[in-house]
């Protein structure tokens, strides 16, 4: 059975950081991409980060200098180190895995909560 349980998420002041980890079990955990999105409620998915198996990382723009993916393959979890939050970072955050088959599977979120 697949499983990935993120863990991490809460309630911080802008300017603050977190660290939101996902631990996944079920799958080959080395030979996938994972990735980070967030939801707000109402609004559309949005991508945060991507790491690749071989530790290549990606983010869009508006999340550069901010967040940080990560990954520890001996413990089979990815890391999202989140600095400087606002606001508007305030979503469900989202781990998943993404197989070079195309299969992928994803979390049941944590909740992150920025107060001003």
């Known amino acids: 059975q697949v499983q990935l349980v993120e863990s991490g998420g809460g309630l911080v002041q802008a300017g603050g950081s977190l660290r939101l980890s996902c631990a996944a079990s079920g799958i080959s955990f080395s030979i996938n991409a994972m990735a980070w999105y967030r939801q707000v409620p109402g609004k559309q998915r949005e991508w945060v980060a991507t790491i690749t198996s071989r530790g290549a990382t990606n983010y869009p723009d508006s999340m550069k200098g901010r967040f940080t993916i990560s990954r520890d393959d001996a413990k089979n979890t990815v890391y999202l180190q989140m600095s400087s939050l606002k606001p508007e970072d305030t979503a469900v955050y989202y781990c998943?895995?993404?197989?070079?088959?195309?299969?992928?599977?994803r979390g049941q979120g944590t909740q992150v909560t920025v107060s001003s």
């Open positions: 998943q895995s993404f197989s070079s088959t195309g299969t992928y599977y």
